[in-house]
């Protein structure tokens, strides 16, 4: 199953309920966003603090145009905070699975 379902991978503690609010807002409907927080967000939000979390969801909420932006490396973030988020997904993607 999908990482974005909420299951968690066997040995794993299943996901809060705030994180499964947050992984289904992940599902984008945009091919390259949807693999990319697929691959990373089960893990960063696994590891995340409550503003951490807070973070990820201001990201989320931003227009899909946008976001693919920020994530597909064609922009950066004016906020810090966002664009070190950012910078976090970028590597998580790059650990691989």
């Known amino acids: 199953m999908s990482a974005l379902t909420g299951d968690a991978p066997a040995g794993a503690a299943a996901p809060d309920v705030e994180a499964r609010r947050l992984l289904w807002r992940c599902r984008r409907g945009m091919k390259e966003l949807d693999v990319l927080l697929e691959r990373a967000m089960p ?54 699975p």
């Not at 988020?85 to 998580?92: F, T």
């Open 43 to 96: 893990r960063l939000l696994a590891e995340a603090c409550p503003g951490e979390r807070e973070q990820v969801a201001q990201l989320l909420a931003l227009a899909d145009p946008l976001l693919a932006g920020y994530l597909l490396g064609d922009a950066t973030p004016p906020d810090p905070h966002l664009a070190q988020l950012v910078r976090r997904i970028h590597s998580l993607c790059r650990l691989g």
